[in-house]
C-alpha cells in the first residue's frame, strides 16, 4: 500500500508565501509524476504543477512565474513553493502521485487528503 500525505498549508495574507510538502511512503519501487492539483469551493479540482521524473514541468497559466514544483526523488517528496499569493490562490491543495511498487507492474494513481490554503486579501 501506498500513503500520501501533504503539510505546509495555512493561512496567508495576499503577497505573501508558503511551501507545501508531499510525501510518499510505503511499497514503492518508482514514481514517475507528481503533481499537484487544487480545489476551491463550488469548483472542480484541477491541475497546478506537475513534474515527471524525467522531462520538463507544467503549470497552469495561473500560477505560472508565482509557483514553482521541485522535487526530492531520493525522499520520495515534492514540495510546491509558491509566492506573490493572492486571495483566487484560496483551496484545498492535492498531491498526486503515479507509483510502481515492482520492476513489471504497471503504475497506479495516489491522492493525498488534502491541505488547506486561504490566503486573505
Known amino acids: 500500500q501506498v500513503q500520501v500525505m501533504e503539510s505546509g498549508g495555512g493561512l496567508v495574507q495576499a503577497g505573501g508565501s508558503l511551501r507545501l510538502s508531499c510525501a510518499a511512503s510505503g511499497s514503492i519501487f518508482g514514481i514517475n509524476r507528481m503533481s499537484w492539483f487544487r480545489q476551491a469551493p463550488g469548483k472542480q479540482r484541477d491541475l497546478v504543477a506537475s513534474?515527471?521524473?524525467?522531462?520538463?514541468?507544467t503549470y497552469a497559466d495561473s500560477v505560472k512565474g508565482r509557483f514553482t514544483i521541485s522535487r526530492d526523488n531520493a525522499r520520495n517528496m515534492v514540495y510546491l513553493q509558491m509566492n506573490s499569493l493572492k486571495p483566487e490562490d484560496t483551496a484545498v491543495y492535492y498531491c498526486?502521485?503515479?507509483?510502481?511498487?515492482?520492476?513489471?507492474?504497471?503504475?497506479?494513481?495516489?491522492w493525498g487528503q488534502g491541505t488547506q490554503v486561504t490566503v486573505s486579501s
Open positions: 498526486n502521485v503515479w507509483v510502481t511498487v515492482s520492476r513489471s507492474s504497471i503504475e497506479s494513481n495516489y
Open positions: 513534474m515527471p521524473r524525467f522531462g520538463p514541468t
